[in-house]
């Protein structure tokens, strides 16, 4: 039998492999000139750019180099997925709480 701590160990690991993934996208993002940095507070913050570099990517998607657009779609597919397989094992992990 899965035990609850089982199955909320597996999310926290998924949720490492999602920021992973997103870690790995800067690069890619970067190479298509698609890595926008974002400001906030009047500063500029390149690492937190990754909605307005992948908004720029579907907007301009034909135009990136098709082994680097398959990159950046694997990353970005794998990232999404981990973390909502994470979000579905811990809700699961909460049904299997005990109940008092």
Not at 9 to 33: C, E, G, H, R
Not at 40 to 49: D, E, K, L, Q, R
Not at 82 to 97: D, M, N, P, T
């Amino acid at each position: 039998m899965v035990t609850s701590e089982q199955i909320e160990s597996t999310a926290i690991l998924l949720l490492v492999m999602a920021n992973i993934f997103f870690l790995l996208l800067y690069q890619p993002l970067k190479q298509a000139d698609l890595w926008e940095p974002t400001k906030a507070f009047g500063v500029t913050i390149p690492n937190w750019s990754y909605q307005k570099s992948i908004r720029a990517f579907w907007q301009k998607r034909e135009q990136v180099d098709p082994q680097l657009r398959k990159t950046i779609y694997c990353y970005l597919f794998c990232a999404i997925g981990c973390f909502i397989l994470s979000l579905i094992l811990l809700a699961v992990s909460l049904v299997l709480l005990p109940v008092k």
